[in-house]
T-cell receptor, first 113, second 113 residues
Framework: KQEVTQIPAALSVPEGENLVLNCSFT??????LQWFRQDPGKGLTSLLL?????REQTSGRLNASLDKSSGRSTLYIAASQPGDSATYLC????????????FGTGTRLKVLA | GAGVSQSPSNKVTEKGKDVELRCDPI?????LYWYRQRLGQGLEFLIY????????KSGLPSDRFSAERTGESVSTLTIQRTQQEDSAVYLC???????????FGPGTRLLVL
């Protein structure tokens, strides 16, 4: 059974810092991994999707890497801003034959001005 | 274009009543997912529809839960004989095809008294 863990559970940093959020999963036979942000009281917004054949994806100040063999992904946020404050969730699709996402419990990020 | 919409946005019901939640996916999206998020917890997969294929119902917690989708249009999630533990935010997401970026609706907040 696929399990997804995110560390740390919460993080508070001053504005301008670069930071790394971690996601690990137990079954490496995945189709893809997706990073989302969730703002309080709202739905989820997809940030980056990495297919199983890819090593990383970049969008603006965000960079996500995937090491499928070790069951890990990291989300790197450069030059953090107060507007980045949210809960960040990673989700994996798979293993093979299943097309549902299993979500981690998230990292709650607060960027202080 | 329009995003994923869900209705109602909030629903308060009494224990034992049936409720019906609605999801309108993005037009042309063949895949549709339902998730549940209890307070302070992660997202739990409930059910997944892909085109006209048989849905993956493996996440439905009990036979009180059911969902329907006609073709590639609207989906309804029905909870019969609601219990207090059904209180949660129910989120719907759609994607153009399975294993692609998911777009989430704002959710329906269900409170069972």
């Amino acid at each position: 059974k696929q399990e997804v863990t995110q560390i740390p559970a919460a993080l508070s940093v001053p504005e301008g810092e670069n930071l790394v959020l971690n996601c690990s999963f137990t079954d490496s036979a995945i189709y893809n991994l997706q990073w989302f942000r969730q703002d309080p009281g709202k739905g989820l917004t997809s940030l980056l999707l990495i297919q199983s054949s890819q090593r990383e994806q970049t969008s603006g100040r965000l960079n996500a890497s995937l090491d499928k063999s070790s069951g890990r992904s990291t989300l790197y946020i450069a030059a953090s801003q107060p507007g980045d404050s949210a809960t960040y969730l990673c989700a994996v699709m798979g293993p093979s034959g299943t097309y549902k996402y299993i979500f981690g419990t998230g990292t709650r990020l607060k960027v202080l001005a | 274009g329009a995003g994923v919409s869900q209705s109602p946005s909030n629903k308060v019901t009494e224990k034992g009543k049936d409720v019906e939640l609605r999801c309108d996916p993005i037009s042309g999206h063949t895949a549709l997912y339902w998730y549940r998020q209890r307070l302070g917890q992660g997202l739990e997969f409930l059910i997944y529809f892909q085109g006209n294929s048989a849905p993956d119902k493996s996440g439905l917690p009990s036979d009180r839960f059911s969902a329907e989708r006609t073709g590639e249009s609207v989906s309804t999630l029905t909870i019969q004989r609601t219990q207090q533990e059904d209180s949660a935010v129910y989120l719907c997401a759609s994607s153009q095809r399975r294993a692609e970026t998911q777009y989430f609706g704002p959710g329906t907040r269900l409170l069972v008294l």
